[in-house]
């Protein structure tokens, strides 16, 4: 039985649609993949200038009004929550904390009917005075981005001499939330030497540290895929310096291949480490994801070139079963995979901190 028959959770049915759509009303595409894990965009401003996603002088941001408000926000995730399945959903941007309101948002989202699991994606900077509060208003897990622990190469590779900052913010990240989660990308000739350091520093603390392979979503367009470092690469050096192990444990969607960390010497268990290879091996065909920009636009996929705007009708007075119907569709439309290995590849006009990585 597939997927689109067996249903989901949460999921409402609904009369099958004239257009060849299946009867179930979640987020359903043609190749029977159902997402119920979105990503939300809370800005696309970000205090960073991370040279594989922004452009050293920054982006023009978008006008205040344009941006989804508080109550947008919680509206649209009630519609995926309630309507839609959606059973996970992850605060993203730009930079989320720039925020001035994103403990309300998480109270909110904590308290819809059909309460998701909340997350937060962040460079840590200013999470130091915000970790609890956003903890006791409901935030679940934080993943946190660091991709070196030397404070030069921190500042070559986000444009900004904030390293302190960030470990300031993960700190205080450690004490209120049971799961910390570090995402770092490697860059050749950059922070790649430190990837080992890193993992035995996560390691000590308890973090599960993930390796993100750069993906082309680079404002400056630099992204090389024979210079970029693969997995694969990524899983030889660690193993220069650790013994990696497959996870027993199933993968369950999700985009990172999980391994157990040991001693090399004395086989001792010292946690886990995650890969996502994104690039070279992508797992487009168990994508559960949609997303939401900053504007209140579904995309289906990072490297999507068409977005369905929801912001506009919302304000303009749509009903809760119309905005499904309208995410719906859009999803429906997704591609099987972002084919970025193929010819006709082009990178999308947004850059990930405008898309919500
Ligand atoms: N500003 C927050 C942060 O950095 O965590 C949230 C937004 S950021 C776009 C989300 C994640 O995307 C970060 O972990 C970042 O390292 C990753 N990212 C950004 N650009 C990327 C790229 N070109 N390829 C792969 N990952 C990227
Ligand atoms: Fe900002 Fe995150 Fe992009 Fe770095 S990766 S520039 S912190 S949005």
């Known amino acids: 039985m597939s997927l689109v028959e067996l249903g989901m959770p949460g999921v409402v049915r609904r009369p ?62 009630d519609v995926a929550t309630r309507e839609l399945g959606v059973r996970q959903v992850r605060f993203t941007g730009g930079e989320p904390l720039l925020r001035g309101d994103l403990v309300e948002i998480v109270r909110d989202c904590a308290a819809l009917p059909r309460r998701p699991e909340l997350s937060l994606t962040t460079n840590a900077v200013g999470l130091e005075s915000r970790a609890r509060a956003l903890r006791d208003a ?36 450690a004490e209120v939330f049971a ?107 168990d994508c559960r994801r949609t997303r939401l920009t900053a504007e209140g636009a579904v995309r289906d996929c990072l490297f999507a070139h068409t977005e369905t705007d929801l912001l506009g009708p919302l304000r303009a007075g749509a009903s809760d079963g119309a905005l499904a119907d309208l995410w719906r569709t859009a999803m429906w439309g997704k591609r099987a995979g972002h084919g970025m290995d193929g010819p006709g590849f082009t990178q999308p006009a947004r850059t990930m901190s405008a898309i919500g990585g």
Not at 143 to 162: E, G, K, Q, W, Y
Not at 165 to 171: P, S
Request: glycine share 6%; aromatic share 6%; with cysteine.
């Open 16 to 77: 099958a649609p004239p257009d060849g759509r299946p009867a179930v009303a979640g987020l359903v595409d043609r190749f029977g993949r159902v997402a119920t894990d979105l990503r939300v965009s809370l800005t696309d401003r970000c205090n960073l200038r991370c040279t594989y996603c922004m452009p050293a002088e920054g982006l023009p941001t978008l006008p205040r009004d344009a941006v989804m408000t508080r109550a947008e926000i919680t509206r649209l995730v």
């Open 138 to 173: 409901g935030l679940d897990r934080v993943n946190v981005s660091l991709d070196t622990l030397d404070p030069d190469t921190f500042a070559t590779l986000a444009r900004r001499p904030f390293l302190e900052r960030t470990l300031a913010g993960i700190d205080a990240a």
């Open 179 to 285: 799961v910390v989660k570090v995402n770092a990308v490697l860059v050749r000739g950059v922070n790649l030497d430190h990837a080992a350091d890193l993992l035995s520093w996560c390691l000590e603390r308890g973090f599960e540290l993930r390796f993100i392979e750069q993906m082309p979503l680079d404002a400056d367009h630099a992204w090389d895929r024979a210079a970029m470092v693969t997995a694969a690469e990524v899983r030889a050096l660690l193993g220069t310096r650790f013994t990696l192990e497959p996870d027993d444990e199933p993968r369950d969607g999700a985009p990172a291949e999980r391994f157990r960390v040991l001693d090399r010497t004395t086989g001792r268990a010292l946690g886990r480490v995650g890969v996502i290879a994104s690039v070279t091996e992508p797992f487009c065909g």
